[in-house]
């Protein structure tokens, strides 16, 4: 059995707040048995310019308030035929923390595993709306909530929603997937260059009284919001991708 490695640079600051456990010990021949262990991880938000998330499964949860520090509660679940294949397949995932030069990175690395047995890493994320964001994931769902700096994505298959508040000027939002769903929310009154692409699927843009297309089909759109200050990118192979103005 491989346990549980937490990677933490020299220098990084966390406090430990809790770990809470759960297993499913139900005896039904037709379902499915799961582990989970869930970390609470707090960091002080001035000596963190930019959070970098790097997942392979799950669930990916950013919510930008007003505070002073960074946030994490951090779930390992495993998912087999047997109780006994979760609970051991729980602590072969590993959980990475290291803080360098202001980046502070997370990630989550599961096993190849075996037939059967399927691994999950799920981040929900508190921190301030000014700090520089970068998301990469292959699996699963990511939901961005008020962030107003500059943003990357990418995702293999999956859905992104990102939600984006500007506080600082000029800012990017790049969004890169392979297979799912992008919903992209934007103030109506959002100023900003942008282009939306996918090979196969559609792209929309809506609800922006301010828009100028310098291209506008079905899979590609490209143009400006109001004066164009700032960028919004969103790229695809096979997807489904939104741009929505949002009336605040």
Known sequence: ????????????????VGCDFDSDDDSNDDER???ERTNHYEWNADQVAALAVDNMNGTIIVNCVDTDSIKAS?????????QSQADEGVLEIQIGMEL?????????TVPDGEDGVNYEVDFTIEMPADR???IDQINGIIDVDDHGQSVTIRQTNGTVSYDHTPVAFPNSIVINIVNGIVDLFLPDTA???FALSTEVGVVSVTGFPDVTYEVNTMSYKAGTLGEGIGVAEINATNGTLTMHGISN
Request: hydrophobic share 45%.
């Open 1 to 16: 059995m491989r346990f549980l490695t937490l990677f933490i640079c020299i220098g990084l600051c966390f406090a430990f």
């Open 33 to 35: 048995y799961t582990a």
């Open 74 to 82: 951090i779930t390992r679940r495993c998912e087999a035929d047997e």
């Open 100 to 108: 360098t030069a202001n980046v502070l990175t997370l990630t989550g």
């Open 132 to 134: 520089l964001l970068t």
């Open 191 to 193: 100023s900003r260059t």
